[in-house]
């Protein structure tokens, strides 16, 4: 019971936004960032209590001090004139970053979508999916000015289907956003004032 | 030790131990592939916090000073520091911690997101005219989707969904594959640009 | 035509929020059909074998908990209705556990799993994508321990499953990154794992690519997947519930959208701006 009515005075907060930016939204906004700051915390603690304090102190794996020692470096930038030492965990992790990368994105994004571009151009939708893809490509990587006719039709092919998606895009996007206020809407109504049946 | 040659070569090794580990069997490799990838979301975890330090800095200072509507500030740290310490103590499994989460957390995250539902239909009806042959095409395909996603769609012409499936698989998803494709060999090229000491943005930065 | 030109935001919001909450209080009920992608999500957890072990990841936040709550809830239900299925769930965002947390409160003594035995919640593990592929390579090291705090080595049903390559399908519910390309690159790709997506409207068509090629079997769109998915399970819930919301939102932007054009076209000063 309070826990609705809380949620629900902090969704009239929120939403009263929509008529004017007011003292009441700042308020709930703030205890928004507080309790989603706090948020992140505890799961760190709880994912740091998984993957450091436990295998350190039940099984003995010492090697993870290294980590935790380095990782503490990152706040290293709130004191003035020690910022380089926080770069030595973001070199780490931009390492692991790095490497993930170029290990998924070469078979996950570029060898499997070109295999499955490979298709027989004998339907309008397998020559549409062929030249759409290539036209994009070449939309891409030929932003010079051309003179050459093919250039300039292969380039006006990829931008209008660039538009076709990016018209199905918002499509979505509608949908999508209409359904986060179609939860809200069915909180106030039905949890809150209990007129849904 | 502020070397960035040193940091350079650190992100290299880590960088190099995944790749060699993703295209050879060596035992070893294996091995200390997957610890440092545990090294990196210990790191990660210790990372979640940063962002908590910022806040406590920025509004502990602004509730010093007494600036602005400072008076939010104190309700920000206050809810931050009371729900951080029942989620040490209590766990986020902790009823007291879902209490919170629940009917705080929750509806207002999901409100923040749900007012785009008033600004998109604000935005389609100020920006979404078919002002050239562009944004007329823009303009049709996203229509034809959004009565294709809609139930509605399907009770005034039953062809709608058919449609948007066939957008959605056909063009939009060749569209889609050029972007991934394109972006894909971009990722792999900044990722040697790293690995190579060029691109050096994440080390860089004034120390004052 | 000046007024068409400028209507007021507030009247725009206004309407949009009457289009949500009149066909709430007063439900029509329009039909709708299932899109192939969601069947096949169904088809793919029906499909799941005594003994199959199916990997639920949870990876959104509070800001998608409106679309992603029906399709997780429903889908659970689907999924712990299956006999002998093993079912891990995961976390790589934050908020994951959760919301995995709640369900599995609610579904409390509908189903007949056992945990540890059938089912096990792991619970979440910073570092995105880096979290992803430690838990593909290796779960035991990546989770040593569970949610409740139990030691992997003890929990009987992850014995025999390490990697994800002992994982018969996995399903995400996701809402933007860590999410598909993450698990993509990092899962399908390297350990050959049938994959598929529940995810945020937003999100489906830059990843329709991943549907074609293969490398994703199937996916829920949004609040409208979930209401498909609530169909196929014969219970109806709160997403089949707001599909007359849905429509009538949607017919609303379509009105605002006809509106901005005739104001457009009428205008006769529009070739000199």
Known sequence: ?197 | MKSQGLMIAITFVFALIIIIDAFFAIDFISAASTEIQNWGTIIASLALALAAVNLIRIHSRRIRLRRGEWYNSVALLTVMFVQTAIGLVNRSTGEVYNFGFNNIMTPLGATMYALLAFWIASAAYRAFTARSIDSAILLVAATVVMLGNAPIGESIWSAFPSIKTWIMDVPNMAAQRGIMIGGGIGAIALGLRILMGIERGHLGGSDE | MKTLQNIDRRIIYLLVFLALAVPMLQPIGLPFGINESSQKVYDLVDALKPGDVLVLSFDYSPSGQAQLDPQARAVMKHAYSKEGVKIINVAFWPSGPLFADKFLGEMEGTHDKVYGEDYVSLGYVAGAETAISAFGKDMHQAYPRDRHGNSIGDIPMMRDIKSAADVDLMISFGTGTPGVPEHVRQIVTVYGTPFAVCMNSVSVAGNIPYYNAGQMKGYLNGLRGAAEYEMMMKEPGSATASMDSLSFSHLTVIIFILLGNIAYFADPDRKKK
Do not use: C
């Not at chain 1, 794996?61 to 004139?81: S, T």
């Open chain 1, 1 to 197: 019971m309070i826990g609705t009515w809380l949620a629900a005075i902090g969704t009239l907060g929120l939403m009263s936004f929509a008529i004017k930016e007011n003292p009441f939204y700042r308020f709930v906004e703030h205890v928004y960032v507080g309790i989603g700051a706090a948020h992140s915390v505890v799961m760190g603690w709880e994912s740091l209590q998984t993957k450091a304090f436990t295998p350190i102190a039940e099984s003995g794996d010492y090697i993870k001090l290294i980590p935790l020692l380095v990782g503490l470096l990152l706040y290293a930038r709130f004191f003035k004139g020690k910022i380089w030492l926080s770069r030595y965990p973001m070199s780490i992790l931009v390492g692991i970053g790095v490497g993930l990368t170029i290990k998924g994105t070469i078979g996950a994004q570029i060898v499997n979508q070109i295999r499955a571009t490979l298709v027989p151009l004998t339907s309008i939708n397998n020559i549409i999916i062929v030249l759409g893809v290539l036209s994009v490509l070449m939309f891409f990587y030929f932003t010079r000015k051309n003179t050459n006719a093919l250039f300039n039709t292969s380039s006006r092919i990829g931008r209008y289907i660039m538009m076709i998606a990016f018209g199905a895009l918002f499509g979505n996007a509608v949908m999508g956003r209409m359904s986060l206020m179609i939860g809200r809407v069915q909180f106030l109504l039905g949890e809150w004032l209990g007129l849904l049946g």
